[in-house]
Nanobody, 127 residues
Framework: QVQLVESGGGVVQAGGSLRLSCAASGRTFSSYAMGWFRQAPGKERDFVAAITWNGGGTYYADSVKGRFTISRDNAKNLVYLQMNSLKPEDTAVYYC????????????????????WGQGTQVTVSS
């Protein structure tokens, strides 16, 4: 089993940056593909970014491509989401998630495919 704890959220002005971290427990962390999702009030949980178990593949939603970067450090059981050029529409609760057996070419987009989820961290971007 994997437990996930996000941190690094906060309030930032438009154009600013934040780095989210997701700390994972468990010795099998390096076996999991990891993803970041976000959910704004009254909206569905949307895919943001994902990374394969070894960091060899990264995937992004069109809305964040070129602004956000996902990375991982398997030695430290950490996943990061570097967010630059933030916009008010990026305001949401951000969740990290772990997928033990990614399947299909678009595995990273489907939140139902992820096995474990963190509690989320709030990101608020003011205009």
């Amino acid at each position: 089993q994997v437990q996930l704890v996000e941190s690094g959220g906060g309030v930032v002005q438009a154009g600013g940056s934040l780095r989210l971290s997701c700390a994972a427990s468990g010795r099998t962390f390096s076996s999991y593909a990891m993803g970041w999702f976000r959910q704004a009030p009254g909206k569905e949980r949307d895919f943001v970014a994902a990374i394969t178990w070894n960091g060899g593949g990264t995937y992004y939603a069109d809305s964040v491509k070129g602004r956000f970067t996902i990375s991982r450090d398997n030695a430290k059981n950490l996943v990061y989401l570097q967010m630059n050029s933030l916009k008010p529409e990026d305001t949401a609760v951000y969740y990290c998630a772990a997928d033990r057996f990614p399947q299909g070419s678009n595995w990273y987009r489907a939140f139902s495919g992820y096995d474990y989820w963190g509690q989320g961290t709030q990101v608020t971007v003011s205009s």
